[in-house]
């Protein structure tokens, strides 16, 4: 079943243009997005948050559209990213007491589990973090309320080895339980081991989305890894 | 919105916007242009501002689930809160001027605006200019603070014309001591309130009209 629609968005910036993206995510699975820095992961991210405007398109979730449903669709979805922190100077928990007021389904046990799980202390504040554990205060938010669709732009830079371990048993473990995810990264060795489908984009425009196995077929040679395949992709795109 | 003021207060508000509050006391000061303390006030909120952006706010705020205008109503509800504040010091300031200080040598001496309801009018009208040039300005891009440039200079602009109005013949009547001219004077109190309102409200629907139209 299709969660997250988005039907033919284009979005035009002086040196930049998003060229009728469209995908859509199925319910339950982790979907990839992949694509070199600049080639409009975050922008396409961005626009499903409707953090900007499109000049054409519609992007739906669960069947509604999100200019309209907007409220609605986000008390249904957690969006984290691992570049950007928020309030540094406010301690996690000064953080989580405000955000929790806007979702009626926060739910506070999940919330310690996490917090637990990620070895976060609620005392500390984000500017204290490192990179890898500010990507997990931003994962806690996202999954504390939650969320059936779960938005990731590369939430799993900056992570040592093992933490990285740990976010993928996570994510797959959300997907058994129903949860929607659409996982941007540079690092594709994280899709190879967690992804169901995979989503290539390419100077703005979609050049691939499939299922996983189908995409390695297709555009893989014997023995090439998803690294390899999307080295070459791009290669030969520049050549 | 008591959730989206709690927002404000308790993530992106800067202590200075309390701190700066004490600038309301500026209006028991004799020789001085007592009017500049509205304007430090709105110098405390302006602090706030800088800190929301520093502290990410804007996105993070757009990513909860409200809807965008609520990211500019809990920015004005907080910028009201404060202003109300600091106008309800200096009325009971202004108050304790007009009574129990009404006769005290300083003030009687005092060349400039004495504290009365046309001072607390002007205040209004200050906050008023804040909300309306600084706040409408901020939410043009929701980073750039440039928009304080203007305000200053139009509260100035206002200062001097506050300040000026007693010495011009026939408008003597401004710098009321106690409550002479008081019909008058409450008068202007209530044009001031009026514009105040009129300022905010005006300046609040340009400000939602821009946000949404800008990219975060």
């Known amino acids: 079943m299709e969660i997250v629609t988005l039907d033919g968005i284009c979005k035009t910036y002086p040196a930049f243009r998003l060229n009728n993206v469209s995908f859509s995510l199925e319910s339950g699975k982790i979907t990839g997005f992949i694509g070199r820095n600049g080639a409009g992961k975050t922008t396409t991210i961005k626009s499903m948050l409707n953090l900007i405007h499109t000049d054409s ?109 740990e976010l993928l048993e996570l994510f797959m473990k959300l997907k058994e339980n129903g949860v929607t995810i659409l996982f941007s990264t540079h690092i594709t060795s994280d899709l190879e081991r967690c992804a169901d489908n995979i989503i290539y984009i390419s100077h703005g425009e979609i050049q691939a989305d499939c299922p996983k196995t189908d995409f390695m077929q297709n555009y893989g040679k014997p023995d090439e890894t998803l690294e390899e395949i999307f080295l070459r992709l791009e290669r030969e795109a520049r050549a | 919105m008591k959730t989206l003021l709690q927002k404000e207060i308790r993530l992106s508000a800067s202590v200075l916007s309390y701190c700066f509050l004490a600038a309301a006391v500026m209006t028991l000061l004799p020789g001085y242009p007592i009017l500049c303390g509205a304007f430090f006030v709105t110098l405390g909120i302006f602090h706030s501002f800088q800190n929301a952006r520093e502290a990410n706010d804007i996105v993070y705020s757009a990513l909860l689930p409200i809807a965008k205008t609520d990211v500019v109503k809990g920015k004005y509800l907080f910028s009201v809160m404060i202003e109300l504040a600091a106008f ?20 009687r001496a005092n060349a400039l605006m004495n504290a009365n309801p046309f001072f607390l009018g002007m205040a209004l009208v200050i906050f008023g200019l804040f909300n309306l040039i600084f706040i409408g300005g901020f939410f043009k891009t929701a980073y750039k603070l440039s928009p304080f440039v203007p305000y200053i200079i139009a509260t100035f602009l206002t200062i001097g014309a506050a300040e000026t109005a007693h010495h011009i013949p026939g408008f003597g009547a401004c710098n009321a001591f106690g409550f002479e001219h008081f019909p008058l004077q409450i008068t ?29």
């Not at chain 1, 609605?72 to 928020?86: L, P």
């Not at chain 1, 406010?90 to 310690?112: G, H, L, S």
């Open chain 2, 88 to 107: 309800l010091i200096m009325t009971l300031l202004t108050l304790l001027r007009m009574t129990v200080l009404a006769d005290a040598q300083p003030y």
């Open chain 2, 188 to 216: 202007l109190l209530l044009g001031g309130l009026v514009l105040y309102i009129v300022l905010t409200g005006v300046s609040y629907k340009i400000a939602c009209a821009r946000f949404e139209k800008i990219d975060l």
């Open chain 1, 57 to 165: 398109g519609e992007i739906r979730y669960f069947g509604l559209p999100l200019i309209g449903h907007e409220t609605e669709i986000k008390q249904r979805i957690g969006y984290s990213t691992g570049t950007v922190s928020w309030y540094p100077r406010k301690t996690i928990r000064q953080i989580i007491d405000v955000t929790r007021r806007f979702y009626p389904n926060w739910d506070e046990n999940a919330c310690r589990h996490y917090m637990e799980l990620f070895s976060l202390d609620e005392r500390k504040k984000p500017m204290e973090l490192s990179e890898g554990m500010k990507v997990k205060c931003n994962l806690l938010f996202a999954l504390s309320h939650g969320a059936e669709v779960l938005i990731l732009d590369e939430p799993t830079s900056g992570l040592d080895p093992f933490s990285r371990d």
